[in-house]
């Protein structure tokens, strides 16, 4: 269930709730508000609001809007990274991991509740601890992209980074470009496109040696 999934289940006036419950209420109005107005323009007393609580309620959670922010966004940067690991481990065919894996991105930025405008759209990423995250998530996905290509390639550490770095930068923001141009290029159809452009390159690259053979697997 997602973050607005939950505020909805959870909308009731006057409900008392477990402390967990009303954590992922308060978190699920926080990102309606905040992916609507932005950081800057929300107000706790909106999210309050928006959730049906007091805002005593709130700051017994959260002390603070900078604290809710980042515990929101510590929310989705996890999700996106949860996507992108899955992605790579679904399968052992290389054209269609990587195809998995632009997927999981068009799929981050396509979630209704917009939830990755507050990683990769944020106002706030003058803030040390919101740019600490939002670089940190970056990193976490393209080293799990470049542990793949080093072990399938055998390309040195720095190399594998450099076109994890390319591939994840390139999945984001064309999902961005497609998701705010309202394309009628359907999601798999530009999946496929991308991939296609991606694969091309990176085939180029020769498979590592496996057992004194070059495995011909995703080729």
């Known amino acids: 269930m997602s973050a ?3 505020t909805e289940a959870a909308r009731p006036r006057g409900t008392r709730l477990p402390r967990r419950a009303r954590r992922n209420q308060l978190l699920g109005a926080a990102q309606e508000v905040f992916v609507a107005q932005g950081y800057h323009a929300a107000a706790m007393d909106d999210i309050a609001e928006r959730a ?5 309620v709130l700051y017994q959670h959260f002390p603070g809007k900078l604290e809710l922010y980042l515990a929101l966004l510590d929310q989705h940067c996890e999700s996106l990274l949860h996507s992108v690991r899955t992605a790579l481990a679904s399968t052992t065919d290389n054209k269609l991991r990587v195809a998995a894996t632009m997927d999981a991105y068009f799929a981050y930025v396509e979630d209704e509740g917009g939830a990755f405008r507050l990683v990769f759209e944020s106002d ?26 080093a072990e399938d390639t055998g390309l040195a550490k720095e ?6 770095v390319a591939l994840g930068g390139v999945s984001q923001v064309v999902a961005r470009y497609w998701l ?8 798999d159809t530009a999946v496929g496109l991308l991939t296609s452009l ?16 070059l495995s011909a697997e995703g080729h």
Not at 52 to 56: C, D, E, F, I, M
Not at 128 to 147: F, H, K, N, W
Not at 159 to 164: D, F, G, N, Q, T
């Open 198 to 213: 991606a694969w091309r390159g990176i085939a180029g690259f020769p498979l590592h040696p496996v057992d004194g053979q």
């Open 180 to 187: 705010s141009s309202e394309s009628a290029i359907p999601r």
């Open 124 to 149: 706030l990423t003058n803030e040390p601890a919101v740019r600490e995250r939002v670089d940190r998530v970056s990193l976490q996905c393209a080293e799990a992209i470049s542990d793949v290509i």
């Open 52 to 56: 049906g609580v007091s805002k005593p």
């Open 4 to 6: 607005i999934e939950q």
């Open 159 to 164: 190399e594998s980074m450099l076109l994890a």
